[in-house]
């Protein structure tokens, strides 16, 4: 735990050095992922539930920006919808793709498979496969 201390200490000293540039910039720090420094977190169990989504698939993520914001405040976020946050963040959300991202996470509150209106998230996963399967075929 010394050493997990000691990485956010760091991050946060990074942050402050940002902050202090005049490069406008924004970080997002996400992940699922906990650091198992000799095996002493190995022991530790981190289960996520709530009555809302029951699902234990749960990540974290932080933005830290010198640059105001909008303020996208969702109490739960798929992880789907990061690009698209990151680009309404910047403004520079001119992609079809990335514009019914964010349409469908407004409408959904965050949420994909978890969102009440499935005609809205069935046709969101249609547009996302067929992108896919034309990234695939050029």
């Not at 720090?29 to 749960?58: A, C, Q, V, W």
């Not at 690009?83 to 949420?111: H, M, T, W």
């Not at 809205?120 to 496969?129: A, E, H, P, Y």
Request: with cysteine.
């Amino acid at each position: 735990l010394t050493k997990l201390k000691m990485i956010d200490r760091e991050w946060e000293i990074f942050h402050q050095n940002l902050k202090k540039s005049a490069m406008k910039y924004i970080l997002i720090h996400f992940g699922d992922h906990r650091p198992s420094f000799e095996g002493k977190m190995d022991f530790l169990k981190f289960k996520f539930r709530d009555s809302e989504t029951n699902d234990i698939f749960r990540t974290f993520f932080t933005v830290r920006s010198n640059i105001n914001l909008p303020n996208f405040n969702y109490p739960i976020m798929d992880i789907s919808f990061i690009p698209s946050l990151i680009l309404d963040y910047i403004n520079s959300n001119e992609s079809e793709f990335y514009q019914a991202s964010s349409y469908v996470r407004r409408k959904c509150n965050g949420l994909l498979d978890n969102c009440q209106d499935l005609k809205l998230v069935n046709s969101f996963k249609t547009l996302m496969t067929e992108q896919i399967e034309f990234l695939n075929q050029h």
